[in-house]
C-alpha cells in the first residue's frame, strides 16, 4: 500500500520557519515528480511546489518564491519543504503529492494537481501574526 506520511506542521509566529517532511512508503517514487500543495479554509487547494525526480528543476507558485525551497532525498524516498519568513497567509493544510509519470519535467504540468496520483493527508500549518 502507497502511503505518503507528511509531518512538521504547526503554530508559529510570522516571520519564523517550519520545515515539513513527506516520507513516502510502499514504493520508491525515486523516478517520479513530487509536489507540495495547500489548502486554506473557505479556499480550493492551490500549487506550492514541485521537484523533479533528480531534483534538478524545481518551480514555485509566486507567493512563496524566495522564501520556500523544496528538495529531496531520493536514498530516504522523501520531500522536503523548507518555509522560511512565514506570512499569516501561508496558514494552511499543506499536502504532500507524487506524480504517477516516470521522469516528467513539464513545469507547468506539475503546477497542476491532476497529474500526481498519489497524495498525503496533509498537515496543519498556522501562523500567527
Known amino acids: 500500500q502507497v502511503q505518503l506520511v507528511e509531518s512538521g506542521g504547526g503554530l508559529v509566529q510570522a516571520g519564523g520557519s517550519l520545515r515539513l517532511s513527506c516520507a513516502a512508503s510502499?514504493?520508491?517514487?525515486?523516478?517520479?515528480?513530487m509536489g507540495w500543495f495547500r489548502q486554506a479554509p473557505g479556499r480550493e487547494r492551490e500549487f506550492v511546489a514541485a521537484i523533479t525526480w533528480s531534483g534538478g528543476t524545481t518551480v514555485y507558485t509566486d507567493s512563496v518564491k524566495g522564501r520556500f525551497t523544496i528538495s529531496r532525498d531520493n536514498a530516504k524516498n522523501t520531500v522536503y519543504l523548507q518555509m522560511n519568513s512565514l506570512k499569516p497567509e501561508d496558514t494552511a493544510v499543506y499536502y504532500c503529492?507524487?506524480?504517477?509519470?516516470?521522469?516528467?519535467?513539464?513545469?507547468?504540468?506539475?503546477?497542476?494537481?491532476?497529474?500526481?496520483?498519489?497524495w498525503g493527508q496533509g498537515t496543519q500549518v498556522t501562523i500567527s501574526s
Open positions: 510502499g514504493r520508491t517514487f525515486s523516478n517520479n515528480a
Open positions: 503529492a507524487a506524480d504517477g509519470d516516470w521522469r516528467r519535467t513539464n513545469g507547468i504540468q506539475l503546477r497542476t494537481a491532476f497529474v500526481y496520483n498519489y
